[in-house]
Nanobody, 117 residues
Framework: VQLQASGGGLVHPGGSLRLSCAAS????????IAWFRQAPGKEREGVSC????????YYKDPVNGRFFMPVDNAKNTMYLQMNSLKPEDTAVYYC???????????WGKGTLVTVSS
């Protein structure tokens, strides 16, 4: 599976941004799909994950209630809708798929999100 993430950029605190991740070579709905991020000087961390078949959706505490993870199965594309952005959301964001949430097998290249005034 190949994953292509896009949509990063510079946004002011309180603003919104939507990341996209287009998949090819495989169908998203047979995988657990997730977004991770890595802030400068920190380890990569999970952000959100949808289990295989869309049965469950998980959001990590720092983003719960602000970030949402819609999926367009017709386009084989997953998104990360980020609202009420904070400077601490600044990171390189990665999309990934795998057999179970948080244990991912295929990764896209990251896209940089910078939240700054």
């Amino acid at each position: 599976v190949q994953l292509q993430a896009s949509g990063g950029g510079l946004v002011h605190p309180g603003g919104s941004l939507r990341l996209s991740c287009a998949a090819s070579g495989g169908t998203l709905n047979i995988y657990a799909i997730a977004w991770f991020r890595q802030a400068p000087g920190k380890e990569r961390e999970g952000v959100s994950c949808i289990s295989v078949g869309g049965r469950s959706t998980y959001y990590k505490d720092p983003v719960n209630g602000r970030f949402f993870m819609p999926v367009d199965n017709a386009k084989n594309t997953m998104y990360l809708q980020m609202n009420s952005l904070k400077p601490e959301d600044t990171a390189v964001y990665y999309c990934a798929v795998g057999e179970v949430c948080w244990l991912m097998d295929y990764w896209g290249k990251g896209t940089l999100v910078t939240v700054s005034s």
